[in-house]
């Protein structure tokens, strides 16, 4: 049922809201009731992905405070719509005059204005990268049905430019990633990420990518095998992102470097349980998760507004030069982390109550 | 709408059918009406889907003869539900006596048992790669959509294990792609894949590769800015291919190496056509179809049927020892191109719909 | 997820097929595994639908014979797609010549073509009651399903023309109903009825009616408050049966001459369990069961084909008169019996299914 | 697409909101872009809807002052998503004390709390009558879209208990519903509807009735011939409004009194429109819109809230009386009328997209 600006088929998001608008929001359509919500489990997460959090992220002044507006009744789920709202305040549409008159390279002002034959210039619209409030709001919900069920999802920072972290997918743990500003919980990588990104800052310049995560404790049984695969629909989830670029889970696009007879995860058996000997099918085989922990990557473009000269044609199709004046972040990947767990956490918990709805298995 | 074994919004088709039963079909629904389809058109698709079609794919003997059981009078379509039908004939479920009692390396044995509490151990059941006749039909059916808005979709092998082909994006054409069994446009490195595949069958392994493919003479404005970005429909689309395990788009991960003052795309203006000067976008911003080329690549595992006595368990959770005796492809890479290109087919005839739904134009 | 020829949101079926193409067939999709289903069980419930069973039906000779060609092992289901065929044998193309000429009134014809800019005209392709073949065979699956729930689903003719019944919603049985061909459980109603009904085909014409149909047995909680309202989608479902009309649950119509005082059901408690004293509400109260009777009836229009001479138009906008040849049913009530009865069967297992998947709850 | 809280499949809106809590809303996805849209418009459906509007309706005073928080610029819409927000003022809790502790009579009380195990019980939460803010003011955005294409829907109240209006549905305006606080276009049934309601108001009573819409200006093709049958939709969207007991399209019930020969609408053509003598199909046939008006009636049963005391039982299952303090509307009917039609929009605008999707024609 994942269409325009809905996502899921039983737990399903719908956000709304432009950059510049009076504001952003979400609706949570078949939340399980009794499930714990506060503003306060939301919050956590907005600031993780909030604007001006530290010296790497886009200065725009946002506190991003969310208010829940239904569906809760004292802290406790309804079963009925969740809207949860966050102003806008540090909306400066003066910034945008000159993109109202030329499209900015790799950005979606074209595109949407040849789509709509109309747009809202002014910070992006519906293409920001504030869209993604909603998305995170309705994850910290989802987080909370998932904890009930001792599933847990970690992401972070695995390679900025071509610093690569390295990072033990059994182990990590949330705090971990927050010790530093770029969410990378290797703290050499991470350091050698942030003075990049510093760099590429002062350059007017941006840097993309890579995120990986981790979700541990998934049942076996979520997904099913034809089109709703499981890792089909993180990949639907996952590109969706703004920035985004490119997907894989277990082995990936390395996988294919292997033969069959080294790439086949062998099963064991351990005092009854299950388990394969090595992972990677990343913890999905036939679409269907076989209990071994979810491992996936998403591919993070270069920010695409750089404070620097660029060639571009106006509106009505003549060459010019831009030179962006809004605020940007220089690499997007700290602050996409909460937004990869989230549409990962909204994706399996449509499968929880999927699987739930057909099997009756929890 | 894509859930379960449905996919698409408007332009919906729905698979049934297991490896080694009766048959295997489709319906299409929500067909323009007025559009030529013929059995010939489907079995043109279907031909290079099938198995025993060369020495490099596995020698299960099946004609895969389509039979068009409604929604089409005189050759034109209804308007009304597209069923096709394809008989199974080469089925040898004695075969796959021992996969009832273990669970093949890296297949849905395990996760459908778990999940289902039942399976079809016959061929894979569900699972099969078989399933995807009915997809390969109805991406038949969309090609003829398409050429009608002379909308070009190619996709080929464009890496076999470690041997990467040269491809020119613009100018390949399907006679390229079909000169060889490997379906790779690159003569020299089409040898060597062959090879390497005979060589692996010799040694009862497998490879994986990457299918690259294009989309030529795309109108801007196909995609949504949210959940339903072009690229993130793509992406469900195509990693719900059996054996896929990435997706990315443009430059994709290989991007993530570039400054964002590299990656961007430039704009230009020639005779009142805007264009980009580079393609990093691989033809995709903001979500929406720019009017470039849509380039994108998906990366498929190593066949998990490998014809090699492997470590497992049984049903029971014993350990024990397994060679598959089923028929299979030593590298599905070949056989698959025809299934990128029909979901690739479907996603987009499904966003040119949804598109003039929502805003009248063509 | 209602849309086109698919019905249902998590139980979902499609069906395809004209009239007098090569066959008749539904897919059903999301069904839970391990259900008992077998070709006899549906086989039934067709019987109870298929053309030819009396005298007061069309002669058209169809055994509406099933097959099923997928989702079932052994006799159970795999939880995979479960695809169900049945053959059109008595096909009469050349009966239908002049329809292709002239609109026949009160039939699809007109709309169909004004819609499609094409149409097959044999036997009204896909507007032909013969479509609901896949309903009612899905709807015999669905039973089964019920059945494990002790939910029992009867419907009967209630009235043709001004020939009314009186029925116990809480005592009739389904034999009852299969006492006489006209599907009414009061015998003298019964006998009535068939008179009427072979009056008005000795003088080529046609009468209407209305099925009522009781569920016994249904758990308090199907259903949702807003639009998934229980009878709303019960309203969907039947209205979407050829030849309905009118729809109403419990007092329906004639509650509108109540006064609230009288209308309100008084809840009451014997031995902990909570009924109503009355069921007015006719099982549903905000659009979810309460436990009482799902009682509700359909309004069905007399039969447009009637073989009588009639004015309309040629396709050209000619002035001309119609005869039809085609065989026809004086009263399609009682071949609708089994109809209302899928359609609502349908919807419940539905809402079992979306109840468990928010709740938990079976 | 329709599920939980949204309604339409290219036209959707999801609606959110308790009765007491901080406010009402609704998103609409899917709305095309550069359609006029002000929140004057919205303004004046949510007036006809509003409590306190007339000495007929409930005294509840809310001016729901809507505000529009996204998706319009300049009063065109943007194509994305159409946030709009009513707040919620006169919230009286404490009136609700008693119904925490007892199950109001034909209430949703009851059903609530056994599905979710928790409910807002002030104001009846989610299912209350002011849920249908979201929907009227996504009626008014249809509204505008409908007037493009010259579509107009018009409806009234036809009976309040026993007193029946007349009214030509060729000729009836809105200027004549609105003339009275009854919403009734027959002056001299609106004089005696008023004093049965006051009647009942002064004896804490209610009373039901029926709702009659038209459409005019339809174009012929809307619908499509099996589950999406346009009456079929319809009567989804208007058995989803609170109180609605049943549904009919043209002849409806009455309709099964007549032969087949008396309710056949013969087709006449009149220069080259082809029109129909009679319209009992109302203006459907086959499940699509065949040009002529389109006629429905609805059905609402007499509030459930009265204010007498009442049998009922407690939470704890023992037995109580209850008698009402919440504010009540004796006859929901004259507020009716815009919710009636608002869904009636709906479900047009979605089948002119759905239609122009599969069709290309407007």
């Known amino acids: 049922m994942t269409l325009g600006n809905t996502f899921g088929n039983i737990f399903r998001i719908t956000t709304w809201g432009e950059s510049h608008g009076p504001g952003i929001g979400v609706v949570v359509d078949g939340c399980p009731p009794r499930i714990a919500v506060s503003e306060k489990d939301i919050q956590f997460e907005l600031n993780r992905r909030r604007p001006g959090q530290s010296k790497i992220t886009t200065p725009r002044k946002e506190a991003d405070v969310c208010r829940i507006l239904s569906g809760v009744l004292n802290g406790k789920t309804l079963g009925t719509p969740i809207a949860v709202w966050v102003d806008n305040f540090d909306a400066r549409s003066t910034d945008y005059q000159e ?29 920001s990268a504030r869209e993604t409030i909603g998305r995170v709001a309705a994850g910290a919900i989802a987080k909370n049905i998932l904890n009930g069920h001792h599933i847990e999802v970690i992401a972070y920072v695995k390679r900025v430019y071509d610093i690569e972290a390295e990072v033990n997918v059994r182990s990590v743990r949330l705090r971990d990633v927050e010790k530093n500003i770029v969410r990378c919980p290797d703290p050499l990588a991470a350091q050698a990420m942030i003075s ?30 034809v089109f709703s695969k499981l890792e ?17 889970v277990g082995s990936g696009f390395s996988g294919t470097f292997m033969r069959g007879s080294e790439h086949n995860d062998v099963f064991e058996a351990k005092k009854g349980k299950i388990s394969t000997r090595t992972n990677n099918s990343g913890g999905i085989q036939g679409g269907i998760s076989n209990g071994e922990n979810i491992v996936l990557r998403v591919a993070f473009k270069p920010t695409a507004t750089i404070l620097r000269s660029q060639e571009t044609v106006t509106t009505k199709g003549k060459k010019t030069n831009l030179k962006p004046r809004g605020r940007h972040d220089p690499c997007v990947l700290p602050r996409a982390v909460p937004m990869v767990e989230s549409m990962i956490r909204l994706v399996l918990v449509d499968h929880l109550l999927l699987h739930r709805a057909q099997t009756g298995e929890e």
Not at 99 to 127: L, N, V
Not at 201 to 225: F, H, K, T, Y
């Open 99 to 127: 993109i109202e008159k030329a499209y900015r390279p790799s950005h979606a002002d074209y595109t949407t204005q040849m789509k709509y034959g109309i747009r809202d210039a002014a910070g992006g619209g519906r293409s």
């Open 196 to 225: 990049t990104i510093e760099q590429m800052r002062a350059e007017g310049d941006s840097v993309g990518g890579v995120i990986e995560a981790v979700v541990r404790g998934v049942p076996v049984g979520l997904g099913s095998p």
């Open 232 to 248: 089909a629909d993180l990949a639907q989830g996952l590109l969706s992102l703004p920035a985004s670029k490119g997907f894989e």
